[in-house]
């Protein structure tokens, strides 16, 4: 899901996707998938068992995908034919499977994983409710996301040089350059989140419905996102002043949304890969410290190198402060006078 914290960390990525224009197109948009999902989702009733939890996570995968490829043109504004003919293979490639297919079975697992442990259900015991909200929140989400892709794509295509494009490149980029950093925040992220969660364990009877496990679990994988972003996006400031950097109620709100928020998402991917894909009724301790760990370290390394991104697109920008980067408005009348938020 780097793509989706991306899109709304990157200043210049969340500029260019939340103009009023750009908002009012994705709304009319993201209604299409919807209705469609919920139509499917009733003739495919009749025909297949989405009681299944492979066969669902097929549909919703295969649909997603299907999706993908529609919103990416929308965002585009040119017809999928047409893209198919200037697009290179792999971008391609990424959209379908990785934006369409992949992030769509994710979203389902996270989904059903939600439903069962917050609000008690379960798929395996009511199939039909959470069948159909997974089959909708995932096409929904996906459309979003790929109509904003789309449009990215579309205003680079008018010229705009975009400092950071979210499809991993920099990621990729960074674990060759800065090996180090990431390793070093990465096996913190891992040793921190597997004690923390062989505490819980051993020590805290609440962690036996997993759900106070997993709070914990989030709220350290939330503090590492923060710190390991700071330290980024701040290379050259000690670690004592960073968190002077901004004011602390946005310091709050970051660390809520996307460190919490994502923190929960992937840890509820993974609780719906062991409720719904291996269907283990006692999870062994190894995959427990797994999830925490890897949860941890992968929020770790998602936020360094997000603050990377953006130390390096507020270099590139001249200095122009975050602050107007991320105003709608101020935006607009820049690009009213000719100017252009490039690198």
Not at 16 to 25: G, N, Q
Not at 27 to 54: C, K, N, Q
Not at 74 to 96: A, K, N, P, Y
Not at 321 to 343: H, N, W, Y
Request: charged share 15%; hydrophobic share 50%; proline share 5%.
């Amino acid at each position: 899901m780097f793509h989706r914290l991306a899109l709304r960390v990157i200043p210049q990525l969340q500029v260019a996707v939340t103009t009023p224009d750009v908002r009012k197109r994705k709304r009319w948009v993201m209604i299409v998938p919807g209705l469609v999902a919920f139509l499917l989702y009733r003739l495919v009733t009749h025909v297949l068992p989405l009681s299944d939890p492979f066969l669902l996570l097929t549909v919703s995968g295969v649909l997603a995908m299907l999706v993908a490829y529609w919103s990416y043109a929308m965002g585009r504004q040119e017809s999928f034919v047409r893209i198919v003919h200037t697009e290179g293979l792999r971008r391609l490639l990424w959209v379908g499977g990785w934006i369409g297919l992949v992030y769509g079975v994710q979203l389902s697992l996270f989904v059903l994983a939600l439903l069962a442990l917050f609000v008690d259900y379960h798929f395996l015991l009511h199939p039909e409710g959470p069948a159909m909200m997974a089959l909708i929140i995932a096409c929904t989400a996906v459309t979003r996301d790929a109509f904003e892709i789309g449009h990215v794509v579309r205003v680079e295509s008018h010229g705009t040089r975009m400092v950071t494009f979210p499809d991993g490149g920099s990621f990729r980029a960074l674990s060759r350059r800065d090996v180090f950093q990431l390793a070093r925040w990465g096996g913190a992220g891992v040793g921190a989140g597997g004690t923390v969660v062989a505490v819980c364990r051993f020590y805290w009877p609440a962690a036996e419905n997993e759900i106070g496990q997993m709070m914990v679990v989030c709220v350290l994988a939330a503090c590492f996102a923060h710190g390991a972003f700071l330290s980024g996006r701040h290379p050259h400031v000690p670690a004592s002043e960073r968190l002077t950097s901004r004011p602390w109620w946005d310091m709050c709100q970051f660390w809520i949304w996307p460190c919490l928020t994502f923190a929960l998402t992937y840890y509820l991917v993974q609780t719906g890969v062991i409720m719904f894909v291996l269907q283990w009724q006692d999870v062994p301790l190894v995959l427990h410290l797994a999830v925490g760990g890897g949860t941890v370290a992968m929020m770790a390394g998602y936020g360094y190198v997000l603050g990377v991104r953006v130390h390096v697109e507020a270099q590139t920008q001249g200095g122009m402060p975050e602050a107007l980067r991320r105003c709608p408005f101020v935006m607009d009348m820049l690009a009213k006078t000719g100017q252009r938020v490039s690198g």
